[in-house]
């Protein structure tokens, strides 16, 4: 299966081109605020440079988040507006297990992105090479809150741009306990979302085109 990937919940941009698990072209480009005047002609320079036509792309995969108010909107509105158009599915992707899923470690996970306002937006999962597993769901909550849900024994690998804040924090609370993973893995990168996409799909799952919505783990301020 020929999948579109797109990742727009953080600064980072990325849209990618799968053969089912399989990364053969992606662009990732770092686009604060300029998601929606990024995101088509990145589509489209990724399709011509791998010589594929919008009429083979056999499905979408899209990150829902946790993250940006309006990135989502634009990365979700696009991935939905293509399934319509092509009668292709698509399949929705936490943020959180895409970062989560581009940690080197196995074992516990814990991603983490600045939620503002004192918060994080983080959940827990467990790897082993076939994916990651939530454990604990998505919340947003400050730091505290969230290292007191976490297992009382075993290590954790903390992955996100909230570790830019509270690195710090973490490691004074969980001491040996808290792996910290290398910075080039706290963005979620696309080609986990892709390949997350590609499992549901495989799965049999697929979403609602009317019902694909952002997840903020928080309402949205005017």
């Avoid at 919940?9 to 698990?21: F, P």
């Avoid at 990732?28 to 589509?43: D, G, K, S, Y």
């Amino acid at each position: 299966m020929r999948i579109l990937a797109i990742e727009t919940a953080t600064s980072l941009g990325g849209v990618a081109l799968l053969e089912d698990e399989r990364p053969i072209q992606l662009i990732e480009e770092e686009v604060p605020q300029r998601h929606l005047e990024w995101l088509a002609p990145a589509i489209r320079r990724l399709l011509s440079e791998a010589g594929v036509s919008p009429s083979q792309v056999e499905a979408v995969a899209v990150s829902v988040g946790p993250g940006g108010f309006t990135s989502l909107r634009i990365g979700i509105t696009t991935a939905v507006a293509w399934a319509r158009a092509r009668g292709v599915p698509v399949a929705g992707v936490s943020t959180l297990a895409a970062l989560a899923a581009g940690v080197t470690p196995k074992g516990y996970i814990c991603p983490m992105l600045d939620a503002r306002r004192g918060e994080v937006a983080a959940a827990l999962f467990l790897t082993n090479g076939a994916g990651p597993k939530a454990v604990l769901g998505e919340t947003v909550a400050p730091l505290d809150r969230i290292l007191e849900m976490l297992p009382p024994e075993g290590l954790i690998t903390f992955a996100g741009d909230a570790l830019a804040k509270y690195e710090s924090e973490v490691t004074s609370r969980l001491g040996e306990r808290a792996i910290i993973a290398p910075p080039a893995q706290w963005a979620p990168r696309v080609a986990h979302v892709g390949r997350i996409g590609w499992r549901r799909l495989a799965r049999g799952e697929r979403d609602d085109l009317y019902h694909v919505w952002p997840v903020y783990a928080r309402v949205p301020v005017s």
